[in-house]
């Protein structure tokens, strides 16, 4: 099976403008989360979705936000974006979510974003 | 809340001496515990994982995982260190009623040295 592919690799934005990160998890997953990776604070739980409903969001402003579609490929959107944001943004995918039993996830390759 | 600590930001071992990388965690209820590895601009890859059962999980690349309960600890090892495994090294914790959300550790760099 193909791993989990995330587009575009690398991604460089300007302060104030807007980006859409996409990720497509491995065939047969239904659960996908986003995670933000950064030297100072490490790696951070954005939100998960699971059969197109966002199951968990973590602590991250309202610039955060993510959707699923019916296929199971997951898209965040990062508006207004600070110098801050700039990061590895993650993405993962699972069979199932977590309330039945403990998956392991799948992550994929991430997306370098840099604001400049 | 839950949160994880890997109290050692790099452990050097010399190839094929044993490995051990440190954890700690703190969740409330029945810990779900992973291990991951990261390698240079690469994602995070799963290596193992303790639900119940067993102490002693085996995982992939010869790695495995001692739960200990009483220490609240989860420390990965490995009795042969290659010079390959020398990478990332990320403890997580999931929740039980938090979907399959991670809290990660801080992480801990190995170096292997020839």
């Known amino acids: 099976k193909a791993g989990v592919t995330q587009t575009p690799r690398y991604l460089i934005k300007t302060r104030g403008q807007q980006v859409t990160l996409s990720c497509s998890p491995i065939s047969g997953h239904r659960s996908v989360s986003w995670y933000q990776q950064t030297p100072g604070q490490g790696l951070q739980f954005l939100f998960e979705y699971f059969s197109e409903t966002q199951r968990n969001k973590g602590n991250f402003p309202g610039r955060f936000s993510g959707r699923q579609f019916s296929n199971s490929r997951s898209e965040m959107n990062v508006s207004t974006l600070e110098l801050g944001d700039s990061a590895l943004y993650l993405c993962?995918?699972?069979?199932?979510?977590?309330?039945?039993?403990?998956?392991?996830?799948?992550f994929g390759p991430g997306t370098r974003l840099t604001v400049t | 809340a839950q949160s994880v600590a890997q109290p050692e930001d790099q452990v050097n071992v010399a190839e094929g001496n044993p490995l051990t990388v440190k954890c700690t965690y703190s969740v409330s209820g029945n810990p779900y515990l992973f291990w991951y590895v990261q390698y240079p601009n690469r994602g995070l890859q799963f290596l193992l994982k303790y639900i119940t059962g067993d102490n002693l999980v085996k995982g992939s690349y010869g790695f495995e995982a001692e739960f200990n309960k009483s220490q609240t600890s989860f420390h990965l090892k490995k009795p042969s260190a290659l010079v390959s495994d020398s990478a990332l090294y990320f403890c997580?914790?999931?929740?039980?009623?938090?979907?399959?959300?991670?809290?990660f550790g801080g992480g801990t760099r190995v170096l292997v040295k020839p």
């Open positions: 997580a914790v999931r929740d039980g009623a938090a979907g399959n959300k991670l809290t």
């Open positions: 993962a995918s699972s069979l199932a979510t977590g309330d039945r039993g403990a998956y392991e996830q799948y």
